[in-house]
Every structure is written in structure tokens, then in C-alpha cells.
């Protein structure tokens, strides 16, 4: 079993942009997830070892999903964030076994995998 272990989250303002880390073993999907205070998980973005991704309607445009395989190292870069971004963020790793694609994976509920403990981002107007 493996814990994610995220970084780079922060404090911005509104348009400004963030980039997130998550150290992990690479298991066949990987996802970023957020959280927000009295509002359940959601899934934002997922990938798959073909770098096949998946993005939530709500970042579509603004959010970009990325790995590098030989630093076990999953990103989130995001850009002209929004106060309504504001949550901790998790990243999460899932085998194929568990589900069977990326949308399934942002989408199951509850959501599935091995997770990390979070970073917050929190975005101010």
C-alpha cells in the first residue's frame, strides 16, 4: 500500500495560479480530488498510464493534469484560479482493478484508492 504525499498548495488571489505535487508510486490511474469545507469530495482531474486524462467541468480550461514517471511525481497545474477552488486538495492513486477509466475514477462514489493527506488551497477575491 502507498500514501500519496502532496505539496504546493497555497494562498492566491483570484487569477493567480498554483501548481501541485504528489509524490507516489504510479499506480494505473492517478487523480487529484478536492474538498471543501461542509461539501463532499470531488473528483478534478484524472490520469492513466497512457497519460489519458479526464478533467471536471468545472477546471475544464483552466487545470492541467501531468506526471513524470521517473520522479513518481503527479502535477496539477492551475491557472486563473477562482475563490470557488478554495479546498484541500488530495491526490489519490487507484490499479485498474478498482475501476475502468479515468471518469469512473473522479466520478465513483465513495472514492476509491490510496489517498494523501492533503495541501490547502485557498483562493481569496
Known amino acids: ?7 504546493g498548495g497555497g494562498s492566491v488571489q483570484a487569477g493567480g495560479s498554483l501548481r501541485l505535487s504528489c509524490v507516489s508510486s504510479l499506480y494505473y490511474y492517478m487523480g487529484w480530488f478536492r474538498q471543501a469545507p461542509g461539501k463532499e469530495r470531488e473528483g478534478v482531474a484524472a490520469i492513466n498510464i ?16 501531468s ?32 475501476v475502468d477509466s479515468t471518469k469512473e475514477f473522479l466520478d465513483i462514489r465513495p472514492p476509491l484508492g490510496y489517498w494523501g493527506q492533503g495541501t490547502q488551497v485557498t483562493v481569496s477575491s
Not at 52 to 58: I, L
Open 50 to 65: 497512457y497519460d489519458n486524462s479526464t478533467y471536471a467541468d468545472s477546471v475544464k480550461g483552466r487545470v492541467t493534469i
Open 1 to 7: 500500500q502507498v500514501q500519496p504525499v502532496e505539496s
Open 67 to 98: 506526471k513524470d514517471d521517473d520522479k513518481n511525481t503527479l502535477y496539477l497545474q492551475m491557472n486563473n484560479l477562482k475563490p470557488e477552488d478554495t479546498a484541500m486538495y488530495y491526490c489519490a492513486a487507484a490499479p485498474r482493478r478498482l
